[in-house]
């Protein structure tokens, strides 16, 4: 047990300590972010103080727009001016656009557009502003003047009851909530199917490391072979522990960094009209929150105690599952890693099923395909975190995911057995190329 | 004498292949013992069992006076197989501290050693070098220290002199007599004869899975002997016509004799002497181990079988 440490240790220590580990752990995480911070930060950012003028001649607006300045965006109605005076104000710096609406202009039923006439080309999020700002106002008008109906009146119109959809055990199962449990699922199923493949060939490839270096005889003749297997796998385990505790502390960290970075970032966001023909912004904006809040009440009612434990559970159960078959493949190479393809080829195809599986459970967490592929040890990883991100036991009974983590952990102890009799024999063959049936006489062999 | 090893009846087959078949010997403790073989004679399936990779399928193994124990007796014995190698990435400080604990070394005692041993062999501005910078004849010698780091009881060297330059071969050889004099025993493997010469107190001989030759070196030279002679004459020999001897070559005042059966060595000085031919010198000539080895081997099927895989 001591020697396993050992060697897990050195395997651990060994990838941590390369400068390869933190770029891609902390390095990269970060440089994503950062790209992705500074695109919305451009996005969002809009110019302070956009004064536009308004020389509104028809009189559609009515003299509205001014009340709806809100330090960014400022209208200023003008009177007597012409294109070419505010041409001159904008030159002068006095505004920064300016909305020319001709007496001919007509509102009802007409398709005129209406020119905003800037002299740089203006940010996407302050169009929008803009562009929400004066459909607002007509709207209105157009409403009033051939429905003969007020806003609020529109909006109580438009007010829909909240239709809710619940199980018999009375667990309110929203929409959002469903929406919500399909994402987790799937995020979570598809992590644990990258898992199972990059740290399943690093301990592949570890070992062919040990082989080719002509080192694994040397190790093997101060421990056993399989000491030498679980130590590796072990250390590359931990590895993976390591790079995923320090992402949820990055993503956790983030979290309370954002808004000390970009303070105003959510406001302006949940500010901005989204769609801006259906309402007024003031509607939007209460539409919108109903939505967070919906999606803040969804992510509330999944059990995220459940979801992090039934995560690291199967993340290490199929780790150990798999790497052990890896390792064994790997032990069997020669010079050539061109060779392990082939013998690869029976253990990436139930992870890739498995990953198939998952995508048809997510959606249907008690199909029988979704059942079957949560129970059966090489492909349940992957499929039952789909069905345990829509709850337990709404999506997946309690007995069945007490039968599927037993067999799970038989699964692996058998792979882990299967493998190290392979591995035994492998990390010690030289110069001669490995198929199915010399493989199945290593197995077969007594010691 | 105490014996280190004892290996009884040891036999391991593979598939249909006999690699090991029903050997034994025992090795003295201190000794240098050389184990000696064509390819594919299965010496590595036999050091294998020895060294606890493999379990014999029959016969026993009696390490230090009582039965081999593979998990712990492996710590008191220090193996470099000839397929060897380190990881090339690894400092070598590190790497020498990690195979020491391996051996069941602690932290503290490991770097006492290996400080020693790197102080010994002129090694120390190594420590932080990687393995994939060091020369093949500098990781020989990495290799070596890592291998007797421990003190090991029992030494097991496969072909420890491929690849190091005369000087330090000569080290290295230095060291091997060193640790047996200090109470290590060392088994030494080899198709180099004149190094078995040299260094080896005992060596046995295995061909195809079987035992062919066990003894001294001095031992085996006697038992194969061919009864030859080198004599040298003050002058040209003038009378060489006896039935004591026949003259198998001549060169100026040298020859070389067989002694025809029946007779002894001091009836051919007696013939020199009685026709008064001064004697310069006498010499029995022993066969080289290189001659036995080849004459032993030649003819078996040991140059195909060398081709199947021994080691599966």
């Excluded at chain 1, 039923?109 to 106002?137: A, F, M």
Aim: glycine share 8%; charged share 20%; with cysteine.
């Amino acid at each position: 047990m001591n020697k396993i440490l050992i060697i897990a240790r050195r395997e651990f220590l060994s990838r941590v300590q390369k400068k390869t580990f933190l770029l891609t752990t902390i390095g990269l995480p970060i440089l994503i972010f950062g790209i992705y911070a500074l695109i919305i930060y451009f996005a969002v950012k809009t110019t302070d103080n956009f004064t536009i003028a308004i020389a509104d001649e028809a009189n559609i607006f009515e003299g509205k727009l001014a009340k709806k300045n809100d330090g960014e965006i400022n209208f200023i109605h003008v009177q007597n001016e012409t294109p070419e005076t505010l041409k001159k104000q904008i030159e002068a710096k006095k505004i920064n656009a300016f909305v020319f609406i001709p007496k001919t202009f007509d509102i009802t039923g007409s398709t005129d557009s209406i020119q905003v006439i800037s002299d740089k080309s203006v940010g996407l999020i302050t169009r929008e502003k803009i562009i929400g700002k004066l459909n607002n106002v007509i709207e209105e008008k157009k409403m009033l003047g051939s429905l003969h109906i007020t806003k609020t009146q529109l909006d109580s119109l438009q007010k829909t009851n909240e239709i809710v959809f619940t199980t018999t055990k009375g667990v309110e199962d929203t929409s959002k909530k469903a929406g919500i449990s399909y994402g987790v699922g799937f995020v979570s199923g598809f992590l644990i199917y990258i898992i199972l493949f990059i740290y399943g060939t690093m301990v592949m490839r570890g070992v062919m490391e040990e082989k080719t270096n002509r080192i694994a005889e040397v190790i093997v003749s101060s421990v056993k072979p399989f000491q030498l297997m679980m130590g590796k796998i072990f250390g590359i385990g931990s590895v993976g522990l390591v790079q995923f505790l320090i992402w949820i502390i990055l993503i956790i960290g983030l979290q309370f960094l954002l808004p000390i970075i970009f303070p105003d970032m959510l406001t302006q966001m949940q500010a901005q009209p989204m769609q801006p023909g259906i309402g007024a912004a003031a509607s939007t904006m209460s539409q919108e929150n109903t939505a967070m809040v919906g999606i803040m009440n969804g992510i509330g009612q999944v059990n995220w105690l459940l979801i992090v434990g039934c995560f690291l559970f199967y993340f290490l159960g199929g780790y150990f599952l798999y790497s052990s078959l890896f390792a064994a493949v790997g032990s069997t190479v020669n010079e050539d890693p061109q060779d392990a393809q082939s013998l690869m080829l029976p253990i990436t195809m139930p992870i890739i099923f498995g990953m198939v599986i998952m995508m048809k459970a997510v959606n249907d967490p008690n199909s029988s395909l979704a059942i079957f592929g949560s129970i059966f040890p090489l492909t349940s990883p992957i499929v039952m975190m789909a069905r345990i991100a829509h709850g337990v036991p709404e999506g997946v009974s309690i007995l069945q995911l007490l039968i599927s983590m037993a067999c799970l952990i038989v699964g692996f102890v058998a792979t882990t057995w299967l493998a190290g009799k392979i591995y035994r024999t492998g990390i010690l063959m030289y110069g001669k190329k490995v198929n199915w049936k010399t493989i199945g006489s290593w197995i077969l062999r007594k010691n | 004498m105490d014996k280190i090893l004892e290996l009884n009846n040891l036999q391991k087959f593979f598939s249909s292949q006999k690699a090991v078949d029903d050997i034994s010997f025992s090795i003295d403790k201190g000794s240098i013992f050389g184990l000696l073989g064509p390819n594919g004679a299965g010496k590595t399936t036999l050091i294998r069992m020895i060294t606890g990779i493999f379990y014999p399928d029959n016969g026993s193994i009696i390490f230090d006076g009582k039965k081999f124990d593979p998990i712990n007796d492996v710590l008191k014995i220090g193996y470099m197989p000839e397929e060897r190698g380190l990881y090339k990435k690894m400092k070598i400080g590190e790497q020498a501290l990690y195979l020491a604990q391996l051996k069941g070394m602690s932290k503290k005692d490991a770097m006492e050693r290996i400080i020693f041993w790197f102080k010994k062999l002129e090694m120390e501005s190594w420590w932080n070098k990687k393995v994939e910078d060091l020369s093949k004849g500098m990781s020989q010698k990495l290799q070596f220290v890592t291998t007797v780091l421990h003190e090991p009881k029992l030494i097991i060297l496969d072909e420890p002199f491929s690849g190091l330059d005369p000087i330090n071969a000569n080290l290295i050889k230095d060291e091997i007599y060193g640790l047996a004099q200090r109470g290590s025993t060392v088994i030494f493997s080899t198709h180099r004869m004149e190094q078995v010469e040299e260094i080896c107190d005992h060596i046995v001989l295995v061909n195809l899975g079987k035992k062919i030759l066990d003894g001294t070196v001095q031992d085996i030279k006697q038992q194969f002997k061919k009864n030859k002679f080198s004599i040298t004459l003050q002058n040209e020999p003038t009378n060489t016509l006896s039935n004591v001897f026949t003259i198998d070559a001549q060169n100026n005042n040298s020859l070389t004799v067989s002694i025809n059966n029946g007779y002894k060595s001091n009836d051919v000085l007696k013939h020199f002497i009685d026709t008064n031919q001064a004697i310069e010198s006498f010499n029995e000539i022993l066969p080289g181990l290189n001659e036995i080895f080849i004459s032993l081997v030649e003819g078996t099927k040991a140059k195909t079988r060398a081709f199947e895989a021994v080691t599966v």
